[in-house]
């Protein structure tokens, strides 16, 4: 079944910085492909999700890729604030079906 | 605003009791999830639902049950709890099986001494 692996387990960086988070994934039929983030004492809350072809998602502050070739995830800050620290998951999900696959999570801590 | 909530927040039981963590959600899911949080392990899933009054065996079912008693509820139940099973505990449901967007509770955390 489908794996994913995500690094790195810790990155630290300061204000201002830009941050890679990276996840490889097995499964070249995956087809749905998010990143959630996860504040302390709370759930997970959708960042982003990007679907099918190779494509460039922005949001406020980041950017996602997909690398559908490599079979290749990553969410990249451009200029980390302190309050992007919290830990970040990506997930994967084929065609069809009911799973949802995770990567082990990245904590992400920017300091002024 | 999707809503997925759990009870309790947080909980402390003992070796070999029982142990129901309850989640309800608002969403009109039909799937619902549970899944455990260990630190390293990112998040496993341990028992699905798709529709009422039917369960599903995930990745790691091994000393829980599940409970769908309506399309709402969704329980996660250890009859003898042990200490390996001292985690944080999400629910999730998802809007259409076919994307995969969850949507998460805030979580229970579940320490077993």
């Known amino acids: 079944g489908e794996q994913v692996e995500q690094r790195p387990p810790h990155l630290s960086v300061r204000e201002g910085d830009s941050a890679v988070i990276i996840c490889t994934y097995t499964d070249p039929n995956s087809y749905y492909f998010f990143w959630y983030k996860q504040e302390p004492g709370a759930g997970l809350q959708l960042l982003m999700k990007v679907f099918s072809s190779t494509e460039i998602n922005e949001g406020q502050g980041f950017t996602v890729l997909l690398n559908k070739k490599d079979k290749q995830l990553s969410l990249n800050l451009t200029a980390a604030h302190p309050g992007d620290s919290a830990v970040y998951f990506c997930?994967?999900?084929?065609?069809?079906?009911?799973?949802?696959?995770f990567g082990s999570g990245t904590r992400l801590l920017v300091s002024p | 605003e999707a809503a997925v909530t759990q009870s309790p927040r947080s909980k402390v039981a003992v070796t070999g009791g029982k142990v129901t963590l309850s989640c309800h959600q608002t969403?009109?899911?039909?799937?619902m999830y549970w899944y455990r949080q260990d630190t390293g392990h990112g998040l496993r899933l341990i028992h699905y639902s798709y529709v009422a009054d039917s369960t599903e065996k995930g990745d790691i079912p091994d000393g829980y049950k599940a409970s769908r008693p309506s399309q709402e509820n969704f329980s996660l139940i250890l009859e003898l709890a042990s200490l390996s099973q001292t985690a944080v505990y999400f629910c999730a449901s998802i809007d259409r099986a076919d994307t995969g967007q969850l949507y998460f509770g805030e979580g229970s955390k579940l320490t077993v001494l």
């Open positions: 969403n009109n899911h039909d799937y």
């Open positions: 997930a994967v999900k084929g065609t069809g079906g009911y799973k949802v696959v």
